[in-house]
């Protein structure tokens, strides 16, 4: 898996969980439901069945792979695509990172407040070092808006919206279809988007992101959300 993030940005691995453990995390998140928006979780690791699935020793063993031995999670998104809750993405890199406290260090900013938690769009020096593993719940397919990336992109750095625009003119995109149990890991710099989901079916991926060190330059520290 390696490789292939390092040279394409994403890699999949299509049964990594069993049927049996999504549905038991899926019957657990209905049981406790954690409060959410329309499009899913933001802090997701609050909840305890999410901060369990970020430890599975399979999952952390992918990110210690990529990462190093020190890898952790640090961050997980629900999103929860169905027919009440539809929505476009557009291409995009995930450069922005929950920290502990605000800091004026070049490099990084702007800086924003999401539920309460402080983000900063981080440099590429920083994004290098972390690694999403999105956890399909449901199939993904090419009908429920699946995840479209731009293959080999994350080696360009940190983008401007023009650039990401021009970007997708020219390199073809590739439709990431993951069956219910699959985990897809990619790295925070690969340009990527989604499409409205067109079917009644859900799309559920829980979006876990890592870290080689919850440390960075300058005394900026990642904050556990």
Not at 84 to 112: I, M, Y
Not at 175 to 191: A, D, Q, T, V, Y
Request: charged share 20%; proline share 8%; hydrophobic share 40%.
């Amino acid at each position: 898996m390696r490789g292939l993030i390092e040279e394409q940005g994403f890699a999949v691995i299509d049964d990594l969980l069993g049927l049996n453990e999504v549905e038991e995390l899926i019957e657990e998140l209905d049981r406790t439901p954690p409060p959410r928006s329309r499009a899913g979780l933001r802090h997701a690791l609050r909840h305890p069945a999410i901060a369990a699935l970020a430890k599975n020793s399979q999952l952390l063993a992918i990110a210690q792979e990529i990462l190093g031995c020190k890898a952790l999670p640090y961050r997980a998104t629900l999103f929860d695509k169905s027919p009440n809750s539809n929505w476009l993405v557009v291409w995009h890199q995930d450069t922005a990172l929950p920290l502990r406290e605000r800091r004026e260090v070049p490099g990084w900013g702007p800086w924003s407040v999401k539920d309460g938690v402080i983000y900063a769009h981080a440099p590429a020096s920083a994004l290098c070092g972390i690694l999403a593993l999105r956890v399909h719940l449901d199939d993904s397919t090419e009908h429920n808006g699946p995840l479209r990336v731009l293959p080999g992109t994350h080696k360009n750095g940190v983008l401007s919206d023009e650039a990401i625009h021009e970007t997708a003119v020219r390199v073809p995109a590739a439709n990431c279809l993951i069956p219910k149990g699959g985990i897809l890991g990619m790295s925070p710099l690969l340009i990527h988007s989604s499409s409205k989901s067109r079917v009644e079916a859900p799309r559920r991926v829980l979006h876990i992101e890592y870290s080689s060190s919850p440390n960075f330059a300058d005394g900026l520290e990642l904050a556990i959300a």
